[in-house]
């Protein structure tokens, strides 16, 4: 009897994670540290929940079904904020709201294979992507970073077969946190173009990126949209992470099959959820700005603490948004390692082997850390508890 797609696939490592530490009892001295998974604790500012709550009482149509690709106002408002911050030249018509950023990467992935057909991911990957295409039937073809965190181009090309339908990048990555510089991701725009595939960029964590300005050209070429397909989050910039709204923007013409997909699954994205991400864009512009400005404070925090690490035979592979990806000193795999530090250190963190594929040995010495929830202090902790850890 074969086995189911879901049977085939891995459990959400995140809720594993969160079994870990189910009958463990933390003392008042030595709080979990709860590195886990990249998502904000904090509600949404005040203002923000009013709005939210104002829409929720005063307008019918927040209980209501919607259009399929997302409220117009809301599809139009985040065309605009690309067209600003990318130079960009995008319009209603390209984006689509969906039901969170993984439902995006999803619908995109319906309009662009089949089953038995490929697609190329860096690895380490971030496991959500390589679950759904398990899950929808399409084979994950594994490409090994490089230098700094980052994927080879010409690596990539030596990938590519008649099966293959696209290539997935996220920046600021997810999990090694690093930025991915602009050249790279136009040199494989380039491939993909050449090659009549397309090139998913997921972007969830582009409103902490440290640099100032586009992030990339890719919105700027010429008829982009035929191969680009842009995948966004409203969940960490505006903390609406419960209410699941993401975006997809690509042509209209792969927007008319995602409606498809996108009926079926969900029909419509969160109507209260829509509303407060437009309240946001419209209002929240400072505050996004001072959000970002604290996380990047704590990304230097994590750099400037790591020497404390660093000579006990840690190494900071990669940082950057929410993430600092490590390399630990141990005789022991990360698999085996990160359930050990819940009870030995008071550390919830996920094993380097959650985002790679089985076997691969690159996993078994690496560890994702979460940070986007822990201040100067919360990191101070972190980095006491790790140092002091004796295996």
């Known amino acids: ?173 997810n999990p090694a946190g690093v930025e991915y510089p602009d050249a790279l991701v136009l040199a494989f725009y380039e491939l993909a173009k050449s090659h009549g595939i397309a090139l998913i960029v997921d972007e969830t964590y582009r409103d902490f990126d440290s640099r100032n300005g586009p992030p990339h050209a890719l919105f700027q070429q010429d008829g982009w949209d035929q191969t680009f397909v842009h995948l966004y989050s409203f969940s960490k910039a505006y903390r609406l992470t419960g209410h699941r709204v993401g975006a997809l923007v690509t042509s209209p013409a792969r927007l008319a099959e995602a409606e498809k997909f996108l009926d079926t699954v969900a029909i419509c994205p969160g109507q209260i959820g829509q509303y407060a991400a437009l309240w946001g864009l419209e209002n929240l512009g400072q505050w996004v700005a001072g959000e970002r400005d604290e996380i990047l404070a704590r990304r230097q925090a994590i750099t400037d603490g790591f020497p404390v690490l660093a000579d006990r035979g840690w190494q900071l592979m990669g940082l950057g948004a929410y993430f600092a990806y490590m390399r630990h000193p141990f005789d022991i795999s990360s698999a085996d390692l990160a359930p050990r530090l819940v009870t030995e250190a008071g550390i919830l963190c996920l094993p380097g082997t959650m985002f790679w594929p089985d076997g691969a040995a690159e996993g078994r010495a690496q560890l994702r850390i979460a940070f986007a929830n822990l201040d100067a202090d919360g990191i101070a902790a972190l980095y006491t508890r790790l140092s002091a850890l004796t295996l």
């Open 1 to 173: 009897m074969t086995m189911t797609r879901t049977a085939s696939t891995f459990a959400p490592p995140v809720m594993e994670a969160r079994r870990w530490i189910d009958g463990v009892t933390f003392p008042p001295d030595r709080p979990l540290i709860n590195v886990s998974q990249a998502a904000p604790v904090d509600p949404p500012p005040d203002a923000l929940r009013q709005a939210m709550a104002d829409a929720a009482l005063t307008r019918d149509d927040a209980h209501l079904y919607g259009p399929v690709l997302g409220m117009p106002a809301l599809r139009a408002g985040l065309s605009e904020q690309i067209n600003r911050h990318y130079d960009a030249m995008t319009a209603a018509e390209n984006v689509a709201v969906t039901s969170g950023c993984n439902q995006a990467f999803a619908a995109a992935i319906a309009t662009l294979c089949d089953e038995g057909n490929e697609l190329i991911l860096p690895t380490p990957w971030y496991f959500n992507h390589k679950m759904w295409l398990d899950m929808a039937g399409v084979t994950s073809v594994p490409l090994p970073v490089g230098a700094g965190m980052l994927p080879d181009v010409t690596v990539a090309k030596a990938l590519i077969t008649h099966k293959t339908r696209a290539i997935a990048l996220v920046t600021p990555n």
